[in-house]
């Protein structure tokens, strides 16, 4: 009986310590479909045009201060450019206003390269594909719902 109790601790010390690793992150990406899973944003890229770097995908909240505003995304991944529509999916920890935007880094430096007046380099892309002329997009333009049934969006890229 003396043995049992230690052995006893032991295991429920070991289930303790192992529920971090099993914990799963608030945001995570999956470079197929969603399957309809709960807070899923099942995302399509269109127009990618070169398997050169990399379609960086970027999540913003409901902040309309925080949309396009560098270090304000609240998750951003990298996925391997593939010519054409690219598909993934983004479960995010729960429903709520969401806005996204994408862009092919083609030359693979991680950054959205600008040009001498501020404007993307590279093809660049927001949720909603408002129409885009000298001004980014405001948050109201490009938000989407999240809910229990998840949410599809749609990105053109412009080069």
């Not at 709960?38 to 070169?50: L, T």
């Not at 529509?85 to 600008?114: R, W």
């Not at 927001?126 to 719902?145: C, G, H, I, Q, T």
Request: charged share 20%; net charge negative.
């Amino acid at each position: 009986m003396s043995r049992l109790v230690p052995n006893a601790t032991f295991l429920i010390l070991a289930c303790l310590f192992a529920l971090p690793v099993f914990a799963e992150a608030p945001f995570r990406a999956i470079e197929a479909g969603c399957d309809h899973a709960a807070h899923a944003i099942d995302v399509r890229v269109h127009g990618v045009r070169s398997d050169h770097g990399y379609v960086t995908f970027a999540l913003y909240g409901d902040n309309p201060n925080d949309f396009l505003v560098k270090g304000k995304k609240i998750f951003q991944h990298r996925f391997s450019a593939k010519p054409g529509t690219m598909a993934f999916c983004i479960l995010v920890p729960q429903s709520g206003t969401y806005a996204a935007a994408a862009y092919h880094d083609e030359n693979g430096n991680t950054k959205l390269d600008k040009n001498w007046i501020g404007y993307p380099a590279e093809a660049f892309g927001v949720s909603n594909n408002p129409k885009m002329f000298l001004l980014p997009p405001s948050l109201d333009e490009a938000a989407f719902r999240v809910d229990d049934q998840g949410a599809t969006v749609e990105i053109t890229l412009q080069y």
